[in-house]
């Protein structure tokens, strides 16, 4: 992936990402955002969270404007029964999103009739790392992070992986009701990622493509379903600085 300063059109098979510094976006624009988005900031005990969910669906309204006539305060969403949102303005219904926020950073990927999913995270010490693997990966995954010895190593592949399994559950749609221990990721000899699925899972893995990507203290990761290879330069990163 490579970082632009100047937005381009997407166009098919294109895969754009989008990440803002969080005090980078005007929140006093606050009216663009909808009932629900209103009601849900409100629920956040915290400024700064709440701060963190206006910029970041402000955001989210800019970028889609970027590919429709359609202003900002215009976009309409539901969501369906795992919570996930979705276009509901009906004649661009074509195009796909997904948002991820964390402290400091706002990534969102667009992309034209495929599914996707993103992830973004701030490093953090683990105060017991192992514990952690053995809850949320599987075993598989967990062994490869306990047979590191240093613990550099074994957090950076910690957020490798928790990053790349929260956009493919967010990418399905379905959310932690997908047991994060019930699929795998595999890195091949050329660096890239293969997800292995229980059966119980119905999705061969075949189907689909991932990038992980570090950008400082922050881990990115993105999956997208596709039913052909992408090319590495198909996936674009925006950065608004």
Aim: aromatic share 14%.
């Amino acid at each position: 992936m490579k970082i632009f300063k100047q937005y381009q059109r997407l166009k098919e098979g294109e895969i754009h990402v989008h990440l803002i510094r969080p005090e980078k976006v005007d929140i006093t624009q606050e009216n663009w955002l909808d009932d629900k988005e209103r009601a849900r900031a409100k629920t956040f005990k915290f400024s700064k969270d709440r701060r963190l969910y206006i910029a970041s669906h402000l955001f989210l309204r800019q970028v889609l404007s970027q590919y429709t006539p359609l202003s900002p305060v215009l976009w309409r969403f539901k969501t369906n029964a795992y919570g996930k949102p979705f276009i509901a303005n009906s004649q661009y219904i074509e195009l796909s999103f997904n948002l991820s926020h964390t402290e400091g950073f706002i990534a969102c990927v667009i992309a034209y009739q495929q599914a996707v999913g993103i992830d973004i995270e701030r490093s953090k010490p683990l105060h017991d790392i192992n514990a952690l693997c053995d809850t949320a990966f599987s075993p598989l995954e967990a062994r490869d992070v306990h047979s590191l010895k240093n613990y550099a190593a074994q957090e950076q592949r910690f957020f490798t992986y928790w990053t790349l399994k929260e956009a493919y559950i967010k990418a399905r749609g379905m959310g932690l009701s997908i047991p994060l221990q019930h699929f795998s990721f595999i890195e091949t000899k050329t660096g890239k990622w293969n997800v292995h699925c229980a059966p119980e899972l119905r999705d061969s893995g075949k189907n689909w493509q991932f990038s992980s990507k570090r950008i400082d203290e922050y881990y990115l990761a993105i999956a997208v379903a596709s039913s052909h290879r992408l090319k590495g330069e198909q996936i674009t990163l925006f950065y608004s600085a």
